[in-house]
Structures are given as structure tokens and as C-alpha cells.
């Protein structure tokens, strides 16, 4: 979102409104829900989920829900990692949603370090939620371009934080470990961004990064209907990412 407040005075709502997703996990929120309206704290038609970051004006996740999940859970049971309000955990009759808001590693080498801890242990925390035989969505920015494929510039940004060999092999990691890029499974064409730097006019010229992943276990990718992404909703330097999947 690039701040819930500010992507609302440029139109998120009228979007939800005619968009209607049945289940929308917004990331970079920045904000309490007692900072909002009330339509943006539980929009008419939804259960609203708040995870906001102990430090204000920073992080966030909420996710929106027509239908009441069985449970909720804020955070993944790290201490460390949860105190930034970063994930959000859905069970639905069928799957596990996870709304995830992976940290950016390009502020310091501290902060790359901070992003690379919880990339590992966010995927120990899933492969155990696996090993149980639970269906899984990852839902998120996961602030790391996978493939060459998935920027404009790749050769220019290899020493760049979000395309870091070492960003890149987790990413490498999580699809060995039996999970899925469900945009990848319906569309294999370079140019299909998610996030463009608001210098240089980059989104008209479409130089931009895949970044915003649904990423789903093997055991639910034959429920994937399809996946998609929509560059032409504005309103925040990312655009929307989804899936159809059928329950």
C-alpha cells in the first residue's frame, strides 16, 4: 500500500468497492486501525484483520475477508519478527492464507540481515505447517525479484538489494521445498511487473519488478484457477497481485 491513508485519498476504496475480491491481504499499511475511518477499518462487507507494527507510522498487514476465517493468528511466533507486524494467518475450510509483508533489505547491511533472518525462519515456520499436511497460500510483498525475467534491469541491479544472489537462492529454496509461483503457472511472458520506482516515470515505461508473489504449497496447486496481475489499478507504487482458486 505504500500507507493505507494515503492510497485511500488516491481512490483504494472506490477499487474495493467495484473490484469485490473475496479475500484481500493489503502489506506496508502504516497505521492502526483506530488511525482510519471506520470503512477502512472493517469495510461494509468484510471481517477486517489488523496486524499493525509496535512502531507507528511503519509496516502493517491487514487482511479483508467476506467470509469469517476459522481462526486468526497475528505473527508467526517469533518475537523478534512479529514486534514489525509483518504476517497475518487465515485458516478457511481447505487452505491457510498467509498475508506477509517480508522486510526490504536496501536501508543496511543490518536491516539485508534482518530481511535474510526472517525469510529462514518464516520458511522453517511453513515447512512445518507443510509437514502437517496443511494447504497453504503465501500471499505478499516479498521484496526480492526472483528471475531475470521478473525486472527490467537486471544485469544493473545485481548488486542491488531485492535481486541479491543470496535474496534470489531463498526464493530458490522455498520453490524446492514444494512451493509454487502461481503466476508462473499461467503466464511465462517477460514485462509483467508489480512495483516501479516513482522516479524517472517508470511506471509509464513499464521499468518495474516482480516483487508481490502468491506463492501456494504443491498440494493446492491444482486448485489455482488461475493467477494474475492488474498494473493498471493505481494508487501506490505497487499494483495489485491475485489468484482464483477454487475451495
Not at 26 to 46: F, N
Not at 192 to 203: E, V
Amino acid at each position: 500500500m505504500n500507507g493505507i491513508r494515503a492510497a485511500t485519498r488516491k481512490g483504494f476504496l472506490e477499487w474495493l468497492r467495484t473490484d469485490l475480491p473475496d479475500v484481500l491481504c493489503l502489506q506496508e499499511t502504516k497505521a492502526r486501525p483506530d488511525q482510519v475511518p471506520a470503512d477502512i477499518r472493517e469495510p461494509e462487507g468484510y471481517k477486517a484483520f489488523w496486524n499493525p507494527s509496535e512502531r507507528p507510522g511503519y509496516s502493517g498487514v491487514v487482511t479483508y475477508s467476506k467470509t469469517k476465517p476459522v481462526s486468526v493468528r497475528a505473527g508467526f511466533g517469533s518475537r523478534r519478527f512479529d514486534a514489525e507486524g509483518r504476517t497475518i494467518r487465515s485458516e478457511y475450510p481447505g487452505f491457510v492464507l498467509y498475508n506477509v509483508y517480508f522486510p526490504n533489505g536496501k536501508q543496511s547491511e543490518e536491516r539485508l540481515r534482518y530481511k535474510l533472518g526472517f525469510y529462514n525462519a518464516f520458511l522453517r515456520h511453513i515447512d512445518r505447517e507443510k509437514a502437517k499436511g496443511m494447504k497453504l497460500v503465501i500471499c505478499g510483498d516479498y521484496n526480492t525479484a526472483h528471475k531475470e525475467i521478473d525486472l527490467a534491469h537486471p544485469r544493473e541491479n545485481a548488486k542491488t538489494s531485492g535481486f541479491l544472489p543470496v535474496e534470489r537462492a531463498w526464493l530458490d529454496k522455498l520453490v524446492a521445498h514444494g512451493f509454487v509461483d502461481t503466476f508462473r503457472m499461467f503466464n511465462p511472458e517477460p514485462e509483467n511487473y508489480t512495483w516501479w520506482t516513482q522516479l524517472t516515470n517508470a511506471r509509464e515505461r513499464n521499468i518495474g519488478w516482480r516483487i508481490d508473489y502468491l506463492f501456494v504449497s504443491e498440494n493446492l496447486k491444482d486448485r489455482v484457477k488461475n493467477a494474475f496481475i492488474l498494473p493498471e489499478v493505481m494508487g501506490s507504487d505497487h499494483c495489485p497481485v491475485g489468484i482464483e482458486l477454487r475451495v
